[in-house]
Structures are given as structure tokens and as C-alpha cells.
């Protein structure tokens, strides 16, 4: 309360007063002095938000962890290498064939690590390009920038260039780029062209997974055999997706995604999600049907469908604009269906 505005004294009144008038922030001081004015608070959910202003603060600072653990992986280096010259000169001063061997198979195990780190850099960095590429997209969408678009659109074409079914989709979409379409509906038009698909596709991997882990932790008789075959099917279905919608992740790139598909499905409340639509579905006389080993694989079938979406929220290049989100509802149903079948 400023200088300008005068003290005013609690007082109760009616909605319904003809001297009470409801107005918007920017009328206000505009009637007469005496009458009781309400500015009604701008509800939570209509206040601007700044899409530049990041979620988490911005870490800073010296990293003394990354410094930690790069210098015990130099150490390992050079005590591995240490060891490897003087196991060298040991093969050399016991027999000069064994010495020759043995610098032979060290020079095998170099030139494989730096294949292999390569390797490791390159997925890592497809998967980097993917992900900008997602967030590129999501900011045209929101600007409805053509240039960037544009830039968007050719990105993409190089990275579908290897994969043989999208040809028809590749050269339908490079002959609109000279054409006169605004940034957001060139990205939708990209979509539809190169996602569509690759979709269809991923729908059909996930739906097969769900039933795979179904069957198997219905019939298998042991708790750990179930949970490992999960384990193994959520990184070979990962892995499957990744690879159908453009990265060749290695072991580092599988590591990195499983991180983020977990960190996906803590943001969305997927698990809470999945659970409820679990419990509405078998609650409606379905679990009546099914035996309780069936019930279970059921379940550990709807959670690996649900593991499956996230990760292709987290593998697609674009986001789900033009085409509609794959929904676990429709491999619910595909999966009880599979489930009536069998009985």
C-alpha cells in the first residue's frame, strides 16, 4: 500500500449491491470514488508461462565428481598399460615368439578398444541428434518458424537416409521444401510423411513385447526368471526402437536411454497412469476369467507396453503433433484379446 492509496477500514457486503462492480485489473480506478470494486486473481492455470525459463536451475560451478572419476579412469589406464609392457617384456625375455604373440594381441585389444569407443561416440552423439531434433521441432511448432523448419525437415532427411522403407516418404517430402508452407505445418507434414510408418511399426514392437513377457511370466515357475526376462525384454525392445527411429545406441547409448525413459515415465506419472487403467480394466469381470498367473502376466505384459511408449515418447526425432499418440488403452485390448485367444 503506497502513499497514493488511501486506508481503507474492513467491511462486509453483498455480491449482489449495486455499489459492488467485478472489473479487470486494467479498468481499475475508472468509477466513482465510494464504490466497492472486485478484481478477481488470475486462476493458476491461465498465468503466462515463459517456455525459455528452464524447470531446474542450471548446475554451475567446478565438477569435482566428473574430475574424481576422470582421474581414477586415467589411473586404470596407466596401470593397465603398465602391465601390458611388462608382461610384454617378460614374454620377450622368456621366449622372443611369445613376446611377438603377446605384443600381437595387444595390439588386437588397442585397435578394438578405439573401434569400440568410436562406435560408443557415434551412438551417443545420434542419440544427442535425435533428442535436439525433438526439442528443435517442439519449438517450431510453438514459433511456426519456415527457415527453421527447413533445417528441421533436412536434418531429418539425412537422418532417415538409411532406412530403406521411408524412401517414398523421403522424396515426397524433399519435393515440398520449395514450396510456401508455414514452419508449424511443414513440421506436421514431415510428420505424417516420414513418422507415419515408423509408428505403425513401433506400435507392432511394443504390442509384441507386452505379449511376450505376458506369456512367459504366466508359464514360468520361478519370480526371478520373470523379472530377468522383463529386464532383458524392456532393453532388447528399448534398444529395437531406438535403432527403428534413426540411433544405434551401444552399451554407453543404452545406458543413457534407460536413464531417460525412466526420468520420462517419473515426469508423466506413466506407472501411476498404467496402474489405474490396469485396475479399471480388470475390475470389470475380466480378472474373474483369468487365473492368477494369467493376471500376473497380464499385468507384467500392460507395464512393458507402458515402458514401451516411453520410450518411444524419448526416441522419436519429432514430437506427436499430427499423428495421434500411441495409447496403452488399444494394446490393452490387443493384449487381453491375445489372452482370450489362448484360452
Known amino acids: ?141 510453438a514459433s511456426d518458424d519456415r527457415a527453421a523448419s527447413r533445417t528441421i525437415v ?49 506400435r507392432r514392437l511394443v504390442s509384441a513385447a507386452a505379449q511376450r513377457v505376458s506369456v512367459v511370466t504366466a508359464v514360468s515357475p520361478r519370480a526371478a526368471i520373470d523379472v530377468l526376462f522383463v529386464f532383458v525384454s524392456a532393453l532388447r525392445l528399448i534398444r529395437q526402437l531406438a535403432r527403428l527411429y534413426g540411433g544405434r545406441p551401444g552399451t554407453l547409448g543404452m545406458i543413457s536411454l534407460m536413464r531417460r525413459v525412466i526420468a520420462h515415465l517419473a515426469i508423466t506419472g506413466g506407472m501411476a497412469a498404467s496402474d489405474s487403467l490396469i485396475q479399471q480394466m480388470l475390475g470389470h469381470g475380466i480378472a474373474a476369467k483369468l487365473s492368477q498367473r494369467l493376471g500376473e502376466g497380464v499385468l507384467n505384459g500392460l507395464l512393458t507396453a507402458r515402458l514401451g511408449l516411453a520410450a518411444i515418447d524419448v526416441t522419436r526425432p519429432l514430437p506427436f503433433n499430427a499423428l495421434p499418440r500411441p495409447a496403452l488403452a488399444d494394446l490393452a485390448k490387443d493384449l487381453l484379446r491375445k489372452r482370450e485367444e489362448e484360452e
Open 154 to 202: 533436412a536434418d531429418l532427411l539425412k537422418l532417415a537416409h538409411q532406412t530403406p522403407q521411408l524412401a517414398r516418404a523421403r522424396s515426397t517430402l524433399q519435393s515440398h521444401t520449395d514450396d510456401i508452407i508455414d514452419g508449424a505445418d511443414m513440421i506436421r507434414l514431415a510428420e505424417r510423411e516420414l513418422m507415419a510408418p515408423l509408428d505403425e511399426e513401433a
Open 1 to 141: 500500500m503506497n502513499e497514493k492509496t488511501p486506508f481503507r477500514r474492513p467491511a462486509t457486503f453483498k455480491l449482489d449491491d449495486p455499489g459492488v462492480v467485478v472489473m479487470d485489473p486494467e479498468d481499475s480506478g475508472r468509477f466513482a470514488r465510494g464504490t466497492i470494486q472486485i478484481v478477481p486473481e488470475a486462476e493458476p492455470a491461465q498465468l503466462p508461462v515463459t517456455v525459455d525459463t528452464p524447470l531446474l536451475p542450471v548446475r554451475r560451478g567446478f565438477r569435482w565428481g566428473a574430475l574424481f572419476w576422470g582421474g581414477i579412469a586415467g589411473l586404470v589406464l596407466l596401470g593397465t598399460g603398465l602391465g601390458v609392457m611388462n608382461l610384454i617384456q617378460d614374454l620377450f625375455a622368456r621366449n622372443e615368439g611369445l613376446g611377438f604373440l603377446g605384443l600381437a594381441f595387444a595390439i588386437i585389444a588397442a585397435v578394438s578398444l578405439v573401434v569400440v569407443t568410436a562406435r560408443e561416440a557415434i551412438g551417443l552423439a545420434r542419440l544427442a541428434t535425435i533428442e535436439k531434433l525433438h526439442l528443435r521441432a517442439a519449438e517450431v511448432l
